[in-house]
Protein backbone atom coordinates (compact mmCIF):
# COMPACT_ATOMS: atom_id res chain seq x y z
CA UNK A 1 0.00 0.00 0.00
CA UNK A 2 1.21 3.34 -0.69
CA UNK A 3 1.85 6.31 1.63
CA UNK A 4 1.52 9.50 0.44
CA UNK A 5 2.97 12.46 2.98
CA UNK A 6 1.39 15.73 2.35
CA UNK A 7 2.77 18.89 3.53
CA UNK A 8 -0.40 21.43 3.71
CA UNK A 9 -0.05 25.09 2.60
CA UNK A 10 -2.48 27.37 1.18
CA UNK A 11 -1.95 27.89 -2.45
CA UNK A 12 0.26 24.45 -3.06
CA UNK A 13 0.25 21.29 -1.59
CA UNK A 14 3.53 19.17 -1.32
CA UNK A 15 3.24 15.19 -1.77
CA UNK A 16 5.32 12.48 -1.55
CA UNK A 17 4.76 9.25 -2.39
CA UNK A 18 7.14 7.22 0.10
CA UNK A 19 7.52 3.65 -1.99
CA UNK A 20 7.64 5.09 -5.48
CA UNK A 21 9.61 7.95 -4.10
CA UNK A 22 7.67 10.36 -6.17
CA UNK A 23 7.12 13.91 -6.03
CA UNK A 24 3.92 15.90 -6.79
CA UNK A 25 2.87 19.27 -6.19
CA UNK A 26 -1.05 20.36 -6.38
CA UNK A 27 -2.70 23.57 -6.40
CA UNK A 28 -5.33 24.01 -4.14
CA UNK A 29 -8.08 22.73 -7.04
CA UNK A 30 -9.80 20.12 -6.48
CA UNK A 31 -9.21 19.41 -10.59
CA UNK A 32 -5.36 18.95 -9.21
CA UNK A 33 -6.75 16.92 -5.94
CA UNK A 34 -8.36 14.11 -8.32
CA UNK A 35 -4.34 13.14 -9.17
CA UNK A 36 -4.56 11.89 -5.83
CA UNK A 37 -7.37 9.59 -6.85
CA UNK A 38 -5.01 7.24 -9.50
CA UNK A 39 -3.00 6.27 -6.87
CA UNK A 40 -4.64 2.37 -5.76
CA UNK A 41 -4.73 1.61 -2.37
CA UNK A 42 -2.89 4.72 -0.49
CA UNK A 43 -3.09 6.17 3.11
CA UNK A 44 -2.89 9.72 2.98
CA UNK A 45 -1.27 11.60 5.86
CA UNK A 46 -1.05 15.18 6.24
CA UNK A 47 -0.52 17.57 9.48
CA UNK A 48 -3.51 19.16 9.35
CA UNK A 49 -6.98 17.78 9.40
CA UNK A 50 -9.60 20.89 8.57
CA UNK A 51 -8.42 21.80 4.90
CA UNK A 52 -9.93 21.25 1.46
CA UNK A 53 -7.24 18.54 0.46
CA UNK A 54 -8.58 16.60 3.40
CA UNK A 55 -12.74 17.36 2.99
CA UNK A 56 -12.00 15.91 -0.91
CA UNK A 57 -10.09 12.77 0.11
CA UNK A 58 -12.28 12.16 2.61
CA UNK A 59 -15.64 12.34 -0.03
CA UNK A 60 -13.72 9.88 -1.87
CA UNK A 61 -13.49 7.30 0.47
CA UNK A 62 -9.87 7.62 1.21
CA UNK A 63 -8.04 6.46 4.17
CA UNK A 64 -6.43 10.13 5.79
CA UNK A 65 -4.65 10.47 8.93
CA UNK A 66 -3.28 13.12 10.36
CA UNK A 67 0.30 13.54 11.99
CA UNK A 68 -0.01 16.17 14.81
CA UNK A 69 1.88 18.73 13.89
CA UNK A 70 4.22 17.91 17.42
CA UNK A 71 4.60 14.87 16.43
CA UNK A 72 6.22 15.83 13.33
CA UNK A 73 9.01 18.39 14.71
CA UNK A 74 9.81 15.26 16.98
CA UNK A 75 9.95 12.83 13.73
CA UNK A 76 12.21 15.29 11.90
CA UNK A 77 14.61 14.18 14.85
CA UNK A 78 14.60 10.59 13.59
CA UNK A 79 15.00 10.58 9.91
CA UNK A 80 18.60 12.22 9.00
CA UNK A 81 17.69 14.10 6.07
CA UNK A 82 19.38 17.38 5.18
CA UNK A 83 18.10 20.70 4.31
CA UNK A 84 14.45 21.84 5.10
CA UNK A 85 12.04 22.00 2.29
CA UNK A 86 8.21 21.36 1.35
CA UNK A 87 8.94 17.99 -0.27
CA UNK A 88 11.76 16.62 2.89
CA UNK A 89 8.61 17.65 4.92
CA UNK A 90 6.18 15.34 2.75
CA UNK A 91 8.56 12.68 2.55
CA UNK A 92 9.19 12.84 6.45
CA UNK A 93 5.58 13.20 7.42
CA UNK A 94 4.71 9.21 5.05
CA UNK A 95 8.32 8.00 6.72
CA UNK A 96 6.61 8.63 10.11
CA UNK A 97 3.76 6.68 9.28
CA UNK A 98 5.51 4.03 7.86
CA UNK A 99 7.89 3.33 10.99
CA UNK A 100 5.06 4.89 13.76
CA UNK A 101 1.83 4.80 12.46
CA UNK A 102 0.40 4.80 16.00
CA UNK A 103 1.61 8.30 16.21
CA UNK A 104 -1.04 9.18 13.71
CA UNK A 105 -5.14 9.94 13.95
CA UNK A 106 -7.46 8.66 11.23
CA UNK A 107 -9.86 11.17 10.03
CA UNK A 108 -13.75 10.61 10.40
CA UNK A 109 -16.13 12.65 9.18
CA UNK A 110 -19.53 11.53 10.70
CA UNK A 111 -21.52 12.42 13.50
CA UNK A 112 -20.87 15.42 15.65
CA UNK A 113 -17.44 15.66 14.72
CA UNK A 114 -18.49 16.16 11.54
CA UNK A 115 -20.95 19.21 12.41
CA UNK A 116 -18.39 20.68 15.32
CA UNK A 117 -15.83 21.37 12.57
CA UNK A 118 -18.22 22.30 10.14
CA UNK A 119 -19.43 24.63 12.98
CA UNK A 120 -15.49 25.94 13.84
CA UNK A 121 -15.16 26.35 9.98
CA UNK A 122 -18.30 28.63 9.35
CA UNK A 123 -17.40 30.69 12.38
CA UNK A 124 -13.93 31.44 11.30
CA UNK A 125 -15.09 32.15 7.75
CA UNK A 126 -17.68 34.77 9.54
CA UNK A 127 -15.10 36.18 11.76
CA UNK A 128 -12.65 36.87 9.69
CA UNK A 129 -15.63 38.66 6.96
CA UNK A 130 -16.70 40.73 9.71
CA UNK A 131 -13.24 42.08 10.83
CA UNK A 132 -13.19 42.58 7.07
CA UNK A 133 -16.06 44.85 7.08
CA UNK A 134 -14.85 46.75 10.20
CA UNK A 135 -11.76 47.55 8.62
CA UNK A 136 -13.52 48.91 5.24
CA UNK A 137 -15.91 50.67 7.55
CA UNK A 138 -13.04 52.45 9.67
CA UNK A 139 -11.16 53.08 6.57
CA UNK A 140 -14.84 54.25 4.99
CA UNK A 141 -15.38 56.64 8.13
CA UNK A 142 -11.59 58.17 8.34
CA UNK A 143 -11.99 59.19 5.00
CA UNK A 144 -15.18 60.33 4.33
CA UNK A 145 -16.99 61.04 7.79
CA UNK A 146 -14.07 61.76 10.43
CA UNK A 147 -16.26 63.44 12.69
CA UNK A 148 -18.21 59.76 13.18
CA UNK A 149 -14.77 58.06 13.42
CA UNK A 150 -13.44 60.15 16.54
CA UNK A 151 -17.22 58.95 18.14
CA UNK A 152 -16.59 55.39 17.36
CA UNK A 153 -13.53 55.41 19.16
CA UNK A 154 -15.85 55.58 22.44
CA UNK A 155 -17.67 52.44 21.45
CA UNK A 156 -14.86 49.46 21.38
CA UNK A 157 -15.05 46.97 18.34
CA UNK A 158 -15.83 43.92 20.70
CA UNK A 159 -19.81 46.22 20.75
CA UNK A 160 -20.37 46.10 17.31
CA UNK A 161 -22.04 43.39 15.82
CA UNK A 162 -23.06 42.29 12.30
CA UNK A 163 -26.84 43.02 12.98
CA UNK A 164 -26.63 45.53 15.85
CA UNK A 165 -29.28 45.03 18.50
CA UNK A 166 -32.06 47.41 18.87
CA UNK A 167 -30.71 48.74 22.10
CA UNK A 168 -27.44 49.21 20.62
CA UNK A 169 -28.38 51.11 17.91
CA UNK A 170 -30.82 53.22 20.01
CA UNK A 171 -27.59 54.12 21.98
CA UNK A 172 -25.66 54.88 19.03
CA UNK A 173 -28.60 56.89 17.79
CA UNK A 174 -28.92 58.99 20.86
CA UNK A 175 -25.39 59.74 21.67
CA UNK A 176 -24.99 60.78 18.20
CA UNK A 177 -27.69 63.26 18.13
CA UNK A 178 -26.61 65.29 21.81
CA UNK A 179 -23.16 65.30 19.99
CA UNK A 180 -24.72 66.61 17.36
CA UNK A 181 -26.73 69.14 19.20
CA UNK A 182 -23.98 70.35 21.37
CA UNK A 183 -21.74 71.21 18.14
CA UNK A 184 -24.92 72.87 16.55
CA UNK A 185 -25.04 75.02 19.11
CA UNK A 186 -21.77 76.22 19.50
CA UNK A 187 -21.76 76.57 15.61
CA UNK A 188 -25.00 78.85 15.72
CA UNK A 189 -23.93 80.75 18.62
Known amino acids: MEIVGIDWGRKKHYCYLLHQGKKLVLKNKEEDFAKLLKIKEAVYVIEDGNNRIVDYLLRNNRQVYILPSRRSSEARSFFVIEGKSDFIDSKVIAMTYEHNPEWCLQVKREGIAFELDVLVEENAVINVSMMQ ?30 YPSVLLQKTFSQCLIKRYSRSLKRWVS
Not at 134 to 153: H, N, T
Open 133 to 162: DIGRLDAYLERYWPEVKKFSVALPPENWRL
